[in-house]
């Protein structure tokens, strides 16, 4: 809550253990004694959760309630909100409330295992201290030769979260969590009395994509994760402050490592952003930082043709040389990169290439797209006209356009899940059918043809029942760059309702690398290559005479131009082919090109194809800032110092010096530097074409359906792997259509596109068309791009099989 | 002795197929409800607070007050919910009321739902009770095909539905709030107060949630004028009621007296203790309020006089023990049935009771130590007045009243290194006279 609003809320005067204290109207004891620095013992309390007052361990006395009358008994404190002139003795000053919460932490470790050296929670168990500062040292249970109640241990609950139901204190926290904030009520307090435990449908896995939520705020150590239970003890880890990179969410998380190896994973504590939740993929998709693949020196390709270890100094010298004599170099920094490295990108084409033959985008573009980004999103943040988390909440609608929150971006699903539970927040979203995801945010469809979505954003600006207004948020994803002037028909909507909108991509690094120019028509800042004193500007900060007056090829004519030789060269960072808009055709270019330098941590088809292949550092390795989809920068440090590792910024440089030039930074921190130097355009901002720039897209023929797709949270994506229990709890891939195309086609189908074809189970979804088919985009295979077709294309059909 | 027994809801009981509709209608059945659809709602509530009627189910809350709390302005449907879980041990009026007489409870739901204004009436019966809820569900039928039940009733313009919902067999639920979380379809687990059902109570709907007797106990307020209710009983515990004596007693069964009636009364009234026996101690009102001896045998049967003897009104379960039974026994038992019933939301509950059994278990066996008696004690205090609900306070009247009266009982085990009584003489088919 900031300042101004409690300032307009009535404050509410109490007495805690003597000390006044105000507080707004609404809060609970228990966190109004926290502002007075007592810590009332609690277990089942989380102030993100609804009370429910189960444990018992915050009882306090009240000898005045507020209206002259004591309480006759000890009160929850976690229960009861403050009231004006109430009197609360908490265990400092009363002897009722101390002996009330030693009697409840007596009773709770009666049947609590004794099992602490071995238990994972040891050493940051909110039992363990509580039972220290509010209980007492001996055990009268087991002096009366009392017998525990026992349980086999530990059951899977999920594939990643065990339970050691012996330890659980049934406070509910998990089973609250799942059920309100997650919307993934799939775990339950089964039984009673002391054999009450936590449970799961017998035919209902615990299917969740913020499980691991659970296992950090249990309280006790009955919620492990099958990834770091027995790993570490919480005593000989560091933590380092982190931010998630696995989507554009931003989301503050703590990285818990020991002697140069990541054991966990928490969330951090951020109100701002993701509050204290995050995804299962932000937790334990960290795994890809040790596989086997991982690229630990410079490579160059031989005469031989074998790529063999090189020193930095020759590799930097070899992909000078190579670069040089390649002619015109196309950059694709692709969308993974901290902002300093994707300056970084942005200065080597421009400064040592001279080039603006860069775009960052390494999936399904559009020109479109490209002038959407300059005038609606670049510079656009907290303050500068975009939305932020907060006004989620404040928002009497949200309206989502070819964007799946639960899968695209978990963090903003939580919030919009809280908004519209908490806030009564409308969401809308334009999209093929109605998700489990859009249920959860208690949302409400409108039908839009895969490529249809522009029509029907359009008249959304004349329905009565979607009330867009200066409070309304509209919410656009990066899947709408290939939908024809759907992204127009948005910026329009925006304009004509007064909504705030934001453009929400998949990557953690996409909106830093616009942001930072690495686009062909858009320089850092937010400054228009057609502008000739944007250009001046940059030629300026970077020290050098002048750039290029014409807009550079994007990512998909860089392709072209490789394959029809007017681009020789191309500097790859984290780029997958099979991502891209044309796998096949990425992959030609990349043989065809004469010279192809690769930066990356891994080995992938890219480095085994490229001349010289760098490895740089990941999120781990290295400081840097990824700037989320509200435009708010997020800055990390590293957790790890003095590795081999160099970050994309230092390869840059270190080749455009072998080149002649000098990008002015070698370091993260110097990029930044340069970075923050540079600053943003105070010119004007590019502007939409009113009509879109023309876009060729083959649409479905008449026997055809019409492809619809997205990547779900938790797929075959490289950036989890190496995280086998996580992998357990994807989803099953399956491909939903109408029930009229469900009930012709059986219990599997065959889907037939220009690329391939791919077989999957068939799933109803109800309020689907029958000339639209939706399946993931990278749960099998190489991915429907590389297996199937493009989205929005036609696909044929074929039932049957089991 | 005109006074002594006040037989109303028991005084058909008797007849030939008293649960029939035609039966009930002969003995005036449903007249009162008649009279009531011609009056104003208001005024209804009005009759039954001045008629003084206090909830039935053991606490004793005023009903017309309850009533008075549903809040007419809120838009949301209202809700009768007869609470008829009958489950506390030594408790028996309910069920034999449902089960002799069900339409004095179909009538009582159509005049409390008319004068709260709900058009919607439930019927919670506990589970294990087939038979009762096979007659309540016929009674219920026949109302609707006499037309006291459905739409416009008797050209009144006034609706009513009613379901008899039968409860899965949890104690728990007899608590209202876990009672209305069962009737919703989910675990039987006590709710966070506030909000309170009569404002967010079934489907977060203004509810009132009334005992059986309270609800049957309407018609004849109706019929007969408040007055006439609070002619009987004493100052502040207006009315008649079910006792129910059962245990060590010539005669168990339902007794319909005035509320201050004494035991003595109505041991005299139901033939005296067993033959031979002399009584040891009794509850006034189940288990869960603590036990009292012979020394309490003229305290008025009232809320007030019972509370002052230390103990609860309760629902006037009237369990005898005589000389024969263990006092920490019969504890023991009671406790058992506490830790098995507990809900486990909260910690003193779940665990306390846990931890109760054991310590009992000991001392029962005599392998237990003095000291246990005061851990025993100490544990009922941390239980008493801190558990979510009233399941773990009732669970500590046994043990602390127990002790109270009988703590040499207790020391006896220790000494004599195991229980002192002969188990089959307390039962009932044990030889007359054995000790």
Known sequence: MTTSEIAKTDLVTLTIDGVQVSVPAGTLVIRAAEQIGVQIPRFCDHPLLDPVGACRQCLVDVPDAGNGRPMPKPQASCTIPVAEGMVVNTQVTSEVADKAQQGIMEFLLINHPLDCPVCDKGGECPLQNQAMSNGRGESRFAASGGVKRTFPKPINISAQVLLDRERCVLCARCTRFSEQIAGDPFIEMLERGALQQVGIYEKEPFESYFSGNTIQICPVGALTSADYRFRSRPFDLVSTPGIAEHDACGAAIRVDHRRGVVMRRLAGNDPDVNEEWISDKDRFAFGYLRTDDRLSYPRVRDEDGELRPASWPEAFAVAARGLAAAGATGVLPGGRLTAEDAFAYSTFARVALGTHDIDFRARPLSAEEADFLAAEVVLRGPGNGGPTYADLDAADSVLLVGLEPEDEAGTLFLRLRKANRKHRTRVWSVAPFATDGLRKMGGSLVPAHPGGEADVISGLAHRQDVELGSTSVILVGERMAVSPGALTAVAHLARTTGAKLAWVPRRAGDRGAVETGCLPHLLPGGRPVSDASARVDAAAAWGIDGLPDRPGRDADAIVKAVADGSVGGLVVGGVDPDDTADPAAFRAALEAARFVVALEQRETDVTRTADVVFPVAPVTDKPGTFVNWEGRPREFEAAFVNTNALPDARVLAGIAEELGANLGFRTSAEAHQRMVEMGAWDGDRATLPETPAAATVSGPSADQVALSTWKLMLDNGSMQDGQKYLRATARTPVCRVSPTAAAALGEMVTLEGDRGSVTLPVEVADDLPDDVAWVPANSTGNGVLADLASPGSGVHLKGGGR | ?435
Not at chain 2, 2 to 19: G, I, K, M, R, Y
Not at chain 2, 245 to 260: D, K, M, N, T, V
Not at chain 2, 388 to 407: E, H, K, N, V
Request: net charge negative; with cysteine; aromatic share 8%.
């Open chain 2, 1 to 435: 002795m005109a006074d002594t027994l006040t037989p109303v809801l028991t005084a058909d009981w008797a007849d030939e197929q008293s649960w029939k509709l035609a039966t009930y209608e002969r003995n005036g059945g449903y007249r009162a409800m008649r009279k009531a659809l011609t009056m104003a709602p208001d005024d209804i509530v009005t009759a039954v607070k001045d008629s003084g009627l206090r909830g039935r189910g053991g606490a004793g809350f005023p009903t017309g007050m309850k009533w008075g709390f549903i809040p007419q302005d809120n838009p949301n449907p209202k809700y009768l919910v007869v609470n008829a879980d009958e489950s506390e041990p030594g408790t028996c009026k309910d069920i034999p009321l449902m089960m002799a007489t069900p339409h004095t409870l179909v009538e009582g739901v159509i005049i409390s739902s008319f004068a709260i204004r709900a058009h919607q009436a439930f019927i919670y019966i506990r589970g294990e009770v087939v038979h009762v809820i096979r007659r309540v569900q016929a009674a219920v039928a026949e109302a609707y095909a006499a037309g006291h039940l459905g739409k416009n009733i008797h050209g009144s313009g006034y609706d009513l539905d009613v379901v008899v919902h039968a409860g899965a067999g949890a104690y728990i639920c007899g608590e209202e709030t876990a009672l209305l979380e069962g009737l919703e379809g989910r675990r039987g687990q006590p709710r966070l107060r506030p909000p309170f059902p009569a404002v967010a109570g079934l489907y977060a709907s203004p509810t009132v949630i009334n005992n059986v007797e309270s609800i049957a106990s309407v018609p004849s307020i109706i019929g007969n004028g408040a007055d006439w209710f609070a002619s009987m009983g004493t100052e502040k515990s207006k009315g008649f009621g079910i006792f129910s004596l059962s245990g060590h007693i010539a005669r168990p069964g339902q007794y319909e007296a005035p509320l201050g009636t004494t035991l003595r009364t109505l041991i005299d009234l139901a033939g005296g203790i067993r033959h031979g026996h002399e009584l040891k101690f009794w509850t006034p009102g189940g288990s869960s309020t603590p036990i009292l001896t012979d020394e309490h045998l003229d305290v008025p049967l009232d809320f007030e006089a019972v509370g002052a003897a230390g103990s609860m009104l309760g629902t006037r379960a009237l369990q005898i023990f005589d000389d024969t039974t263990c006092v920490v026994r019969a504890v023991l038992r009671w406790t058992e049935f506490y830790k098995h019933e507990s809900c486990g939301k909260c910690t003193p509950c779940r665990e306390g009771t846990y931890w109760l059994v054991q310590v009992l278990t000991n001392l029962e066996k005599g392998v237990g130590r003095e000291e246990d008696l005061e851990i025993l004690l100490d544990q009922c205090d941390n239980i008493l007045g801190r558990a979510f609900c009233a399941l773990g306070d009732g669970a500590t009247s046994p043990i602390t009243s127990s002790i109270q009266y009988f703590r040499d009982e207790y020391l006896q085990h220790l000494s004599n290194g195991g229980c002192p009584f002969d188990p089959v003489a307390s039962t009932l088919f044990a030889a007359e006279g054995a000790r």
